[in-house]
T-cell receptor, first 113, second 115 residues
Framework: DSGVTQTPKHLITATGQRVTLRCSPR?????VYWYQQSLDQGLQFLIQ???????AKGNILERFSAQQFPDLHSELNLSSLELGDSALYFC????????????FGPGTRLTVL | GDSVTQMEGPVTLSEEAFLTINCTYT??????LFWYVQYPGEGLQLLLK?????DKGSNKGFEATYRKETTSFHLEKGSVQVSDSAVYFC??????????????FGSGTQLTVLP
């Protein structure tokens, strides 16, 4: 158990809908990363937050957004969902921006029908 | 940009066989290198890491040495067990001063160990 929690574990929804994935980092970790794992794209970095502020963006679509709240939990919002958005979404955390090691949560499996 | 290339899978071995999973990287500077493991139905777990050239990371019988001259970080284990069956990901983190430390992953290698 990494100490990173993600909810829900599974999510099934329809095209065009909007969903929110939630992540709670390890106690004391200030930095949160979001990754997408799909069969065709592999594991890709989406976005990073540090202490409430956006720090870096990767291959994140404009339909996707994220935020980190004062209690340091983070949410990833996915809107206008398409079939191709079906994937495993992982959250990872690290103590600071100067730490290499990231600890991953169990992931949220999103299925868009 | 930065990239990681892993050997194609899947890899199937008998218990107690020797394991090598090749990993090479491309980066503009000197990245930190990682191996993560993903067991069926679970998230990624850090297996080992190395932060500079010639460092050797090791954990649970697995080893990998950071080779700057060949830009490689091959994963090895002398005697695999059925419980090692999982997907293995090589990754790098390169962070010029002030930049973020996101991970760049290879495509993953599925390992199956047969009893």
């Amino acid at each position: 158990d990494s100490g990173v929690t993600q909810t829900p574990k599974h999510l099934i929804t329809a095209t065009g809908q909007r969903v929110t994935l939630r992540c709670s980092p390890r106690s004391g970790d200030l930095s949160v990363y979001w990754y997408q794992q799909s069969l065709d794209q592999g594991l890709q970095f989406l976005i990073q937050y540090y202490n409430g502020e956006e720090r870096a963006k990767g291959n994140i679509l404009e339909r996707f957004s994220a935020q980190q709240f004062p209690d340091l939990h983070s949410e990833l919002n996915l809107s206008s969902l398409e079939l191709g958005d079906s994937a495993l979404y992982f959250c990872a955390s690290s103590p600071s921006t100067s730490t290499d090691t990231q600890y991953f949560g169990p992931g949220t499996r999103l299925t868009v029908l | 940009g930065d990239s990681v290339t892993q050997m194609e899978g899947p890899v199937t071995l008998s218990e107690e066989a020797f394991l090598t999973i090749n990993c090479t990287y491309t980066a503009t500077g000197y990245p930190s290198l990682f191996w993560y493991v993903q067991y069926p139905g679970e998230g990624l777990q850090l297996l080992l890491k190395a932060t500079k050239a010639d460092d050797k990371g090791s954990n649970k019988g697995f080893e990998a040495t950071y080779r700057k001259e060949t830009t490689s970080f091959h994963l090895e284990k002398g005697s695999v067990q059925v419980s090692d069956s999982a997907v293995y990901f090589c990754a790098l983190s390169y962070h010029p001063r002030g930049s973020a430390r996101q991970l760049t992953f290879g495509s993953g290698t599925q390992l199956t160990v047969l009893p």
